[in-house]
């Protein structure tokens, strides 16, 4: 079963709400934790663990055989990211950082002038996790620093989590609301949907709603640092899609201290008023699977 945890833009503390969920799951479920926000993992470090076991992301850079080039501007056509210049005469130059590996050039060259290369556009990991007793594996995907392309990079790390086998995968999404994230809440049975009470946090709430009712994903939503702002218009926006408001996290220092230790709240503080938030969150998570 997937499970997937959204925030819209980044500071929400979906991660926050992440791993502590994970850790309380893997109690019960054997479990893998796929942190995809690729230009920024950070599930490790609230994790307290160090990266492991990398393998390289890879996509297709192509090459011209200048001897096979009839000058025909098709690959230069083709290209939507201006990675394949053309010169005044026709003939095709690849700018690297600008390919995002579609190979459309490759397909139209009628001479099959372009051949196939690759280039490494950011790592995998595989970690496994073990604190206090309680241990699954953490995936990471991380692109390399300047590149662009995150879909590949999503799609690698999302493929690597999924083919360890668990009971349970949760998915922890990039920011924002782009294919990417569509990419990774694909085929989850949940969506949880982590937001703040501010205006922003309202508008990319809303964009997760959308996403998710197009795809008809059933989706849950927190609001964390409940108190700073107000939240009625969050409440007509979960019953607007349907969307039933399951916990609210408020401001707290323990959850800073937990930072600060490398160590979820649910771990550091077992007995505090947050813990208890993200016990009562898994167990609603199980009764709405139990019930389907
Ligand atoms: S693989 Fe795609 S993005 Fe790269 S040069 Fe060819 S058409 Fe352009
Ligand atoms: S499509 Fe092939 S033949 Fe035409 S310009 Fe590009 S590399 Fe040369």
Do not use: W
């Not at 297709?60 to 096979?68: E, G, R, S, T």
């Not at 995907?141 to 690597?160: C, D, F, N, Q, S």
């Not at 609210?248 to 007995?271: A, F, H, N, Q, T």
Request: hydrophobic content about 40%; overall charge negative; some cysteine.
């Amino acid at each position: 079963m997937i499970i997937s945890v959204s925030g819209g833009k980044g500071g929400t503390g979906k991660s926050t709400v992440m791993v502590n969920i994970a850790i309380l799951l893997a109690q019960k479920y054997s479990l893998v934790l796929a942190d995809l926000d690729v230009e920024d993992p950070n599930d490790h470090i609230l994790l307290g663990v160090k990266l492991e076991n990398r393998e390289p992301i890879n996509i297709m850079l192509p090459f011209v055989d200048y001897k096979k080039c009839i000058k025909c501007r098709a690959c230069g056509n083709v290209c939507d990211t201006g990675a394949m210049l053309l010169s005044p005469e026709g003939i095709p130059y690849v700018i690297p950082r600008l390919c995002s590996g579609c190979r459309a050039c490759y397909y139209v060259c009628p001479t099959k002038a372009i051949e196939e290369g690759k280039r490494t556009i950011g790592y995998t990991y595989l970690t496994n996790v073990d604190m206090d007793g309680i241990s699954f594996k953490l995936v990471s995907g991380e692109l390399i620093e300047g590149e662009e392309h995150t879909p590949p990079a999503v799609i690698a790390a999302k493929e690597r989590a999924l083919n360890i086998d668990a009971e349970i995968h949760l998915i922890d999404t990039s920011a924002g609301t782009s294919n990417t994230v569509a990419t990774a809440f694909d085929n989850s049975k949940i969506v949880l949907a982590v937001t703040e009470p501010t205006p922003l946090g309202l508008h990319d709430l809303e964009l997760i709603l959308k996403l998710t009712s197009l795809m008809k994903i059933k989706t849950f939503i927190v609001i964390n640092r409940a108190g700073i702002g107000p939240e009625d218009d969050h409440v007509k926006l979960s019953r607007q899609y349907g969307s039933e408001i399951i916990a609210r996290i408020p401001y707290s220092r323990d959850v800073v201290e937990s930072y600060i230790k490398g160590k979820p709240i649910v771990l550091y503080k077992k007995d505090s008023k947050i813990s208890q938030i993200f016990y009562d969150i898994v167990n609603y998570l199980e009764e709405v699977v139990n019930d389907d």
